[in-house]
C-alpha cells in the first residue's frame, strides 16, 4: 500500500468523475498516458481491477465503487488538513509592488516615508516596469500600471494631465512672460512618448510655436531629471512633476494642463487576497491619490 501516491488518488477520482481517462487527464491537466499510469498503479497495488475499459465511458467495477468512496474521503481530509494549516499559517508581511519606473521615483518612493504614519506593517517589494506584458504575469500584488485601464483588474487611481515645466533656477535668470517666450529654451522630448509636446501644443492652440534646439532622452523620468538639471523645458504628467514642484526644484513654465484620457491605475490580482498588508496599502494608496487630487502637491 505504500506505493499508493495522492497523484493516483486524484487521477482515479477524476476518471470516476469525468467518465474517461482523456477528460480526466484534461481536468487534471496531464497526459491521458499518465493517468493510466495511475489506474495501473492502483490496481497493482490493490491486486483488484477498478476500472473496466473498452466502454466510450468507463465504468467503475464494484471494487471500483468501494475503493472510490476510501478515495474521496481520504482526499477530503488531506484538503481540510491544508486548508487548516494555511489558516493556522503567519500571514505573509511582503507585498510585492510592480509600478511605472517614473511613477516609482516621482510619486511613490516620496509618500513611502508616511507609511508608518498610517500603522501599516508590511515589508514592501518594489519592482518597475514599463512593458504591459509583466502586468499580465501578475507576479505582484498590486500593480501600478500607466494606460486606458483596460488590463484584468484595473480599477483607476489618479487622472493624468501635461504640463510644461522648468527648473526654478532657469525660470528665475530667464522669466517667461508669455507664451511665445517658451521657444528661448531647449524642448525635452521623451523618447517613449514622443508626441507629448505635440499634444499640449494642440491643445493650447499654440501650434505656431517652434524651438530652435531640442534634447531626445530616452524616458520620463530621464526628461524630467533633464529638466531639473536646468537642460530645457519639459512636457511633465502632473502625478510625476508635483514633487519636484513642491520641493521648488520645478516650476511650471506655463500654467495651462491638458487632461489626458490615460490615467495610472491599481491592478490587484488574485495572489494579493487574503494578505492584509496588501489592503492596507491599497486603502492608503487610494487615501493618497485623493489628497494629490484634492491640491495636487501632497
Given at each position: 500500500m505504500s506505493d499508493i501516491t495522492i497523484a493516483a488518488l486524484q487521477a482515479f477520482r477524476a476518471v470516476a468523475r469525468c467518465g474517461s481517462f482523456t477528460a480526466a487527464a484534461a481536468d487534471l491537466l496531464c497526459s491521458q498516458s499518465a493517468i493510466s499510469r495511475h489506474i495501473a498503479l492502483l490496481e497493482r497495488t490493490t491486486k483488484q481491477t477498478l476500472v473496466l475499459r473498452g466502454h466510450r465511458r468507463v465504468q467503475l467495477t464494484p471494487a471500483g465503487e468501494i475503493y472510490l468512496q476510501s478515495t474521496q474521503r481520504a482526499l477530503e481530509e488531506l484538503e481540510r488538513g491544508a486548508a487548516r494549516m494555511a489558516n493556522s499559517a503567519p500571514r505573509s508581511r511582503t507585498v510585492k509592488i510592480l509600478a511605472m519606473?517614473?511613477?516609482?521615483?516621482r510619486w511613490l518612493i516620496p509618500r513611502l516615508a508616511r507609511l508608518?504614519?498610517?500603522?501599516?506593517?508590511?515589508?514592501?517589494?518594489?519592482a518597475t516596469s514599463i512593458?504591459?506584458?509583466?502586468?499580465r504575469k501578475e507576479r505582484f500584488d498590486i500593480g501600478i500600471h500607466y494606460g486606458d485601464g483596460s488590463l484584468p483588474g484595473s480599477q483607476l487611481l489618479l487622472h493624468d494631465s501635461l504640463v510644461p515645466v522648468i527648473s526654478s533656477q532657469l525660470a528665475r535668470e530667464r522669466p517667461i512672460k508669455t507664451l511665445e517666450d517658451l521657444q528661448r529654451f531647449p524642448w525635452l522630448?521623451?523618447?517613449?512618448r514622443g508626441s507629448k509636446w505635440q499634444q499640449w501644443l494642440v491643445a493650447s492652440h499654440a501650434m505656431h510655436l517652434t524651438c530652435t534646439r531640442?534634447?531626445?532622452?530616452?524616458d520620463a523620468e530621464t526628461t524630467l531629471t533633464a529638466a531639473v538639471q536646468g537642460l530645457g523645458i519639459a512636457i511633465g504628467h502632473d502625478a510625476l512633476v508635483a514633487h519636484d514642484v513642491g520641493a521648488g526644484r520645478l516650476v511650471e513654465a506655463w500654467p495651462h494642463h491638458v487632461p489626458l484620457a490615460a490615467g495610472y491605475h491599481l491592478i490587484l490580482p488574485h495572489r494579493g487576497r487574503g494578505n492584509p498588508g496588501v489592503a492596507a496599502l491599497v486603502d492608503w494608496l487610494q487615501q493618497e491619490a485623493r489628497a494629490f487630487r484634492g491640491d495636487g502637491q501632497t
Open positions: 519606473p517614473s511613477f516609482a521615483s508608518h504614519l498610517a500603522g501599516i506593517d508590511a515589508d514592501i517589494e518594489l512593458w504591459d506584458t509583466e502586468f522630448h521623451d523618447s517613449l531640442s534634447m531626445k532622452l530616452q
